[in-house]
């Protein structure tokens, strides 16, 4: 239905940038972040999701940390990180964030191996934000992912020209991860095109083939903010056996995990600054809601085949 277009509303009582104590934080909380800055409302037109960004936080020390994969040149610090949560909360107010915690429920806190999650994030810190699949994890379709008017032999084309003219943004953002997909290496997208020609093949054939947690790109492991936290939770067994993708995750495919409790208890402060919000908001002027969330249980090969049409943005079950 409708639930899913753009229905973001300007808060009655003015901006909020709310410090709640740390004692309301969970090992592996959900924090889903957006920034009215033109960027993440791309991402979300381009998805259906209503966060632009996520994160999550874990108790390190006896110190709340925010763990994420970042690089924006708002922020003090790139690549996959952890900050102390006061200072990142400070950051996210400079930064114009729309915050919002979601707890993991109490069945997925117990479940939640936070030793091997933590050895996980400890393997990935400091790697670079995962711009090599980017656009992957949304590109899950033959054509149902692009918008309007605009289809595989034009994004080819397009990709061609740029490619000219900046050849390391291509490189990042398309000709590595299409190699890996080729089992090629190097290949610049004219050369990608004959060799698909030679296959057979269409560029959308392979732009879907799912993308691969273990892959090694030429400066690491792969991974963008929603795929880190999927893979934070991978790592932690909340996804049990099961054959998950986590770098096909977009942030709308991590916050309608079952994995969260759609209506927490809330501290005091959260209900008055907006007795609307199942959540607590702790940053932002427009209220930011997450329709579906934790209502989707994990299945294998999840998100790797999921439309993302406008202006319903209809997910179909087991996608």
Known sequence: GDVYKRQYQRRVHGDINLLLDEKYFKDGDFIAITRMDGLDQIIEYATGGHAGHCALTMWIDGQLFVLESQHAWYWPKINIQRTPYREWLKNAWNAGYHVVHVPLTEDARSRLNTDAAM???EKVEGMPYGFHNFLFGA???????????????LVAVGFGVVEKIIPSAIDSLWNEAMNKRLGTKNLSIPQQYDEILKRNLTFSDVWIIPEQDGWWYSDGYSYVCSAFVGGFYKAGGLFGDLNIQATEFIPRDVYTLDIFNPKPDL??????????????????RYKMELPGVGTIRAYAHMAESCPSQPPDFFRPDGC
């Open 119 to 121: 050895q996980w994030f």
């Open 139 to 153: 590109l899950d379709t033959k054509k149902d992912n692009l918008p309007p008017l605009l289809d595989e032999n």
């Open 267 to 284: 501290p005091e402060e959260c209900v008055k600054n907006d007795p609307d919000l199942p959540f607590c908001q702790l940053s932002g």
